[in-house]
């Protein structure tokens, strides 16, 4: 199996060397490396030059990093494609691993694996890999699903089969940014994939500047980019997909309409895209009728406060918080499921009590009381009842790691000499 290995790039002279001899590096000999310069009026072409006839260099004008990945996958000859951002580093087997899982799953299209955090601009030695993140393994539900809920495979954690790419798609030259999580959402959807149990990623944390020369922001600014470009891909994912593709199980038709439609108000909820997670929930609803939720409906339930993204806009009474807040609570949920709905605002309120913000802890609470009632609201703050959801949601012992709130990550990052903690968090990091 030959793999190609691309690196679409944009005035990261200073760091896409490092990323190419990451590339060079891997055991696995069977490979390209392509390079694919996004119109960088740096040194860009001058290091990648430095490493032909190894190293192959394509460039166009400047389009965003999707442009450039398709200009890499239409020039690949590879049998599986790993695509490689600038700013990051390959351990030297993870090639050999994806390879490893790709043949012994001939079934999987693609593979992912672990990954590892770092900061600073030179190569990491070992003690300056600090932040596992963890795959949600315990979680019996559908890979697109968790992926939908929480994005925790980055480009490069995951290889792709050729055939699977081309059958599935181009990445959406329209997002300048997510173009990498919608890809993953799309692979998934089709199918499980092979699980790579090893660090494939050393993720570069830094203060730089990201995206194509039209939305060229400060990491510290992108955030709300992210949002923005994830609600947008979510909203056209909400019309264009089948209702059964929100299933959250692997099972046999026929498929149950009140599981997969609580999931999908679930996770359009999650991503902001508030008014499709109200119609997703109303019709929920109308299909719970007078029944009681089963188990697996209300730990569903319990990740509609899980937005990685937080939770300010919810917050805020006087904006949209208000509004969200009053349908939620005229749709009459049952108590078990007001208290499921309920059950994140304790660790959030905790969070925002402890970086010394009291404001914003009253604010969350009053929007749970309001939404979902006062007495549901004490219940859980009184607990540590997560409908036990937390069951599918901690990590493994072989996870290596736990989720982490913004002020505990950047804490954690400045202390070792890398980011300042005016810094926004990672994409990956749930905020408050």
């Known amino acids: 199996m030959r793999f190609s290995i691309l690196i679409p790039t944009f005035e990261r002279a200073a760091l896409i060397g490092q990323a190419i001899e990451s590339a060079l590096a891997q055991t696995y000999a069977d490979r390209e490396i392509l390079v694919i310069d996004d119109g960088s009026n740096d040194a860009t072409q001058a290091v990648a030059s430095r490493y032909a006839p190894a190293v192959g260099y394509l460039r166009q004008e400047n389009r965003g990093k999707a442009a450039a990945a398709n200009l890499g996958l239409a020039a690949a000859s590879g049998d599986a494609i790993l695509v490689l951002d600038d700013d990051?580093?390959?351990?030297?087997?993870?090639?050999?691993?994806?390879?490893?899982?790709?043949?012994?799953?001939?079934?999987?299209?693609?593979?992912?694996?672990?990954?590892?955090?770092?900061t600073g601009q030179s190569q990491p030695q070992a003690a300056d890999l600090w932040d596992n993140e963890p795959i949600p393994s315990r979680d019996p539900r559908r890979l697109v699903v968790r992926l939908m809920e929480r994005c925790f495979l980055p480009h490069p954690t995951w290889a792709v089969r050729r055939e699977a790419q081309l059958s599935?798609?181009?990445?959406?030259?329209?997002?300048?940014?997510?173009?990498?999580?919608?890809?993953?959402?799309?692979?998934?959807?089709?199918?499980?994939?092979?699980?790579?149990?090893?660090?494939?990623?050393?993720?570069?944390?830094?203060?730089?500047?990201?995206?194509?020369?039209?939305?060229?922001?400060?990491?510290e600014h992108s955030i709300d980019k992210w949002i923005a470009y994830?609600?947008?891909?979510?909203?056209?994912?909400?019309?264009?997909?089948?209702?059964?593709?929100?299933?959250?199980?692997?099972?046999?038709?026929?498929?149950?309409?009140?599981?997969?439609?609580?999931?999908?108000?679930?996770?359009?909820?999650?991503?902001?895209?508030?008014?499709?997670?109200?119609?997703?929930?109303?019709?929920?609803?109308?299909?719970?009728?007078?029944?009681?939720?089963?188990s697996d409906e209300r730990r569903i339930a319990a990740g509609l406060l899980g937005c990685q993204y937080g939770l300010a806009e919810l917050a805020d009474r006087g904006a949209a918080g208000g509004a969200i807040a009053d349908w939620l609570r005229r749709l009459d949920w049952p108590l078990s499921l007001r208290v499921a709905f309920a059950s994140q605002t304790r660790w959030r309120v905790r969070a925002a009590i402890e970086r010394g913000d009291p404001r914003l802890a009253a604010a969350l609470f009053r929007f749970s009381a309001d939404a979902f009632g006062a007495a549901a609201t004490l219940a859980v703050m009184g607990s540590k009842y997560s409908a036990g959801a937390s069951r599918w949601r901690a990590p493994s012992a072989a996870d290596e790691g736990r989720f982490h709130d913004c002020r505990t990550l950047w804490m954690r990052s400045a202390r070792r000499g890398g980011a300042s903690q005016t810094q926004s968090p990672t994409r990956n990091a749930l905020r408050l």
């Open 168 to 219: 599935v798609g181009p990445y959406d030259e329209t997002l300048k940014r997510s173009q990498d999580y919608q890809m993953i959402v799309r692979l998934a959807r089709r199918g499980e994939g092979a699980f790579v149990d090893a660090r494939v990623l050393y993720q570069r944390q830094h203060l730089a500047l990201r995206g194509p020369a039209s939305e060229r922001t400060l990491v």
């Open 230 to 294: 994830d609600a947008a891909f979510f909203r056209k994912l909400d019309q264009d997909w089948r209702p059964e593709d929100f299933t959250p199980f692997v099972v046999e038709s026929p498929i149950d309409p009140a599981l997969a439609g609580l999931q999908r108000g679930v996770i359009l909820f999650q991503r902001k895209v508030y008014d499709r997670a109200e119609r997703a929930l109303r019709q929920y609803r109308r299909t719970l009728a007078e029944r009681a939720p089963s």
């Open 88 to 118: 990051d580093l390959l351990p030297p087997t993870a090639v050999a691993d994806h390879a490893a899982a790709l043949e012994g799953d001939r079934r999987a299209e693609f593979s992912y694996g672990r990954y590892v955090r770092f």
